[in-house]
């Protein structure tokens, strides 16, 4: 059982930046989808940035692209979320997500479809003021 548990949130100013941090335990020999996701009071859950299995391929939401970036440390088995230009519309608890891969390696587009409905942290909190 795959266990993840997310730190680095803050309230910060608008124009401002944070790196979230995710660690994981529990992870086999496999690959990992890897990912983050946020949600906002009121609002669904949606994506914010994924990484495939082999640590090469990327999708994000459009309104993270240029401004956030996703990566690993995998010697800390610690999976990471840049962000800079924050906006007050990216307030929200951020999730961090893994499921593994079947596969010999899985592109971010096919974790695209499976990490929704993977396991995720216990989130952190990004407030930004205006």
């Known amino acids: 059982q795959v266990q993840l548990v997310e730190s680095g949130g803050d309230s910060v100013q608008t124009g401002g930046s944070l790196r979230l941090s995710c660690v994981v335990s529990?992870?086999?020999?496999?690959?990992?989808?890897m990912g983050w996701f946020r949600q906002a009071p009121g609002k669904e859950l949606e994506k914010v940035a994924i990484?495939?299995?082999?640590?090469?391929?990327?999708e994000y939401a459009a309104s993270a692209r240029g401004r956030f970036t996703i990566s690993q440390d995998k010697a800390k088995n610690t999976v990471y979320l840049e962000m800079s230009r924050l906006k007050p519309e990216d307030t929200a608890m951020y999730y961090c997500?893994?499921?593994?891969?079947?596969?010999?390696?899985?592109?971010?587009?096919?974790?695209?479809?499976?990490?929704?409905?993977?396991?995720r942290g216990q989130g952190t909190q990004v407030t930004v003021a205006e």
């Open positions: 529990g992870t086999t020999e496999s690959g990992y989808c």
């Open positions: 997500s893994a499921t593994s891969c079947p596969f010999n390696a899985c592109a971010a587009a096919y974790c695209d479809t499976r990490l929704p409905s993977a396991s």
């Open positions: 990484m495939g299995s082999s640590g090469v391929t990327f």
